[in-house]
């Protein structure tokens, strides 16, 4: 069963299917000229009784004539049968349109991304199959606010590959969605800030939400970004009462210290951090429960 991650991923190509030219162009491929571009059936059926089901398949028309299908793959770690449906699909797709096919496959981490890139010699002379992947060192960086309002999806995908670098690639990433999101059309800044917090690794997605909350608006919080803040000031707050205990000299057994860091009510931890400061034990601190 497909997992959270991996349809929060393939739902931006959903909502949007011209993100796949956007990134098939990064690869240097030249489109087709065309007029359409849309959603199709992710059914890639043959004269078999198997059914092949790709993630998303997008098609570009000129004057309602296909002229190109596209095959949209998300991969979260390395599946060596993939080597052996991908050419299905693309061959069916190709069979069912009559024209030129892609097939672009989304991994989230350069490792996967590489291995998916691996060419697939498919046994006849000159035929060999080879993937084109945007992994986090393919996606491109956007650093221009107005293509950010205009491409949300690329822009998201830009958060999630460069807000990982801890650096100003990263920071500059993520400024340019956050001054992007409240302007973006139909709610989309509210909706991406959710899919980029849950791609996000967890640092990396802490400095995100701390972006959010230092803008001072609501507009574009939702309340998975509330709930992600709520356990984050959560945590840092069962941290300093620990670290308060300890600063002090008081000894904290493991025991206590467990039971502190994983309390996720927000409401206790505000009651025990006062006295973690004067208590003279941390079991006068469980006593005022």
Known sequence: MPSVVHETVIDLFRK??????????????????HDEVRLESESLADCKPAEYRADAVIVHRAESKPVLG????????????????????LATLRARLQCDTALLVMCLSSKTARECATPI????PGWTLAPLVMGPDHLPRITDVAQAIAEPELAALSVVAHGRDPGP????????????APLMADGLGKTYADVVLALLP?????KFVEGLMALGTDEYKSD???????????EGKAEDIVLAFRTRGIYV?????????????????????????????????????
């Open 121 to 124: 010699d498919m046994g006849h």
């Open 70 to 89: 596209v095959i949209v793959e998300v991969q979260l770690r390395p599946d060596e049968d993939k080597r052996w449906s991908w050419p299905v699909y």
């Open 253 to 289: 057994s493991p025991e206590a210290e467990r039971r502190i860091l994983e309390c996720s009510d927000v409401y206790q931890l505000s009651a025990w951090f006062p006295k973690s400061i004067t208590a003279d034990s941390v079991e006068e601190l469980f006593d005022s429960e």
């Open 16 to 33: 949007r299917p011209t993100l796949a030219a956007t990134l098939i162009r990064e690869q240097g491929v030249a489109l087709a000229t």
């Open 169 to 180: 690639a990263g920071q500059e990433a993520m400024d340019v969605f956050y001054k992007a």
């Open 224 to 234: 998975y970004v509330r709930q992600w803040v709520a356990e984050g000031k959560a």
């Open 202 to 206: 967890k640092v990396a997605a802490r």
